[in-house]
C-alpha cells in the first residue's frame, strides 16, 4: 500500500493552469469514484484504492492509498496520468507542474496545508474547512477506507493543536484585507465608493466583512439566486441584484469582487468595455478570486480598468512574514512529531494479516486438542492426565514451527532465527 498525495499549488503553476485542472464542487464525488477506477484497473485483485480530492482556488490535491504494483513511481505516475486524462490536458504539459509526495511526505504534506502553513496566506483558518469539505465529499463517495480516514482524523486533530498551542493565525494578512488595501491604491476613500460582490459564498462574505467595515457609499451582492444574495446583503445594510441583471447595471459600480463556482468567465470584455463607456472611462478596480476565473483575462488590458486574480493579491499579503517565523517553526516541530506517530500506525497496520494467520492458526491447533481431551474424558480417563496431554500438546504443536525453521536454517539465517526466538518466546539465553 502507498500513501501518495499528487497535485499543483499556488507556488508550482499558475492560475491559468491551476483553473484548467480545478474540479468544481458538484462533481468531486464523481471524480473520487473515478480515480478509484483508475486505481483498480492496475492494483492487486481484491484490494481497495482509496482516494479524496482537495481543490480550491490556490491548489488541486489528488490524496490517494493506492496499491498499484510496482512501488512508489508506478503509483505516482498513475496518479499523474489520471489527473491529465480527466481534465483531458497532455500528460507532458501537466506533469512539470505536479508535486509528488510519497508516504511520510504525503501525510506531513496535508498535517502541513491543514494547519496553514502551506497557504497563500500563511496560517490562514479557511483551508482547513475546505479540507474537511473534500474529506465529507471522498466518504460520501466511497472513497475512504482505514488509511487515508485514519490520516485525515489525525490532520484535523494536528491543525486544531497547531492553532491552539501556536500564534501561526495571530498576524494572519487574508486575500480579503489585502483586497481592501489594494482598493485603496486606487481609491482614497472607499466610503465614496460603490462596492459590488459578484457570489454569495464563504470568500465573498469575508470579503463584504472586510469592505464593509470601511462604509463604502452603497454595497450590492450579485447572486444568480436572488434569496441567497439579499440573505447576504441584507447583514451589512445592503442590496441584492440577479446576476442576469449585471450586464446592464455594472456600469455603477467602482469596486467589483467576483468568487463564484462557475465554470466559465461570466463577466467578459465587451460588458466591462460598455460599462467603462457608460462611467465615462472613470476607473474601476476589479478583483477576481475564482478558480477558474469570472473576469476574463482581456478585462485587465483596458486603461480604466486595475484587475487582479489570487495570485496578484498572494503578492500582496506577504508583509509580517517575519513575525510569523516562530511560530511557523513550532508548528512544524509539532507537525513532524505527529507524522512520525502516524507513519508507526501504518507500519504497524501491515502485520495485521499475519497476526490475523496467527491467531486462525492457534486457534485450529487449541480447538484441535481440546477435541481430543473431551474425547479422552468422555471414555473415562483420569482428568489430571488428560490435562497433562492437553498441556504437552498444545506446547509441542506451538514449537513445531519455530523448531522446524531453526533446524532446516543454515548460516546467517539460523543466527538471526537464534536471535530472534528468544524475543518471540522470552526465553533466557
Known sequence: MQLLTVGLNHTTAPVALREKVAFPADQIGQAVAAARTWFARSATAGSADEAAILSTCNR??????????????????????FLAEYHKLPYSELRPYLYTLPQDNAVRHAFRVASGLDSMVLGEAQILGQMKDAVRRA???????????????????????????TEIGAHSVSMAAAAVRLSQRIFDKISEQNVLFIGAGEMIELCVTHFAAQNPKTLTIANRTLE?????????????????????????????????????????????????????HKPMFMVDLAVPRDIETEVGRLDDVFL????????????????????????EAIIENRVQSFMHWVDTRAVVPLIRDLHETSETMRLAELDRA???????????????????????KFLHGPQQALHNAQGDERARLAALLPQLFRTKR
Open 228 to 280: 441567497r444574495g439579499e440573505s447576504l446583503a441584507h447583514r451589512f445594510n445592503g442590496h441584492a441584484i440577479r446576476l442576469a441583471d449585471l450586464p446592464q447595471q455594472l456600469g455603477q459600480f467602482d469596486i467589483v469582487v467576483s468568487s463564484t463556482g462557475s465554470s466559465l468567465p461570466i463577466i467578459g470584455l465587451g460588458m466591462v468595455e460598455r460599462a467603462i463607456k457608460a462611467r465615462r
Open 60 to 81: 488541486t490535491e489528488l490524496y490517494a492509498a493506492s496499491h498499484v504494483p510496482g512501488g512508489v513511481e508506478a503509483a505516482i505516475d498513475t496518479t499523474a496520468h
Open 374 to 396: 473431551k474425547k479422552l474424558l468422555a471414555k473415562g480417563e483420569d482428568i489430571d492426565a488428560v490435562l497433562e496431554a492437553l498441556s504437552k500438546g498444545l506446547t509441542a
Open 139 to 165: 466518504e460520501a463517495a466511497g472513497g475512504l477506507g482505514t488509511y487515508l480516514h485514519q490520516m485525515f482524523q489525525r490532520t484535523f486533530a494536528v491543525a486544531k493543536e497547531v492553532r491552539t498551542t
Open 308 to 331: 487582479y486574480t489570487v495570485d496578484d493579491l498572494g503578492s500582496a499579503v506577504q508583509a509580517g512574514i517575519e513575525n510569523r517565523q516562530a511560530a511557523v517553526a513550532q508548528a
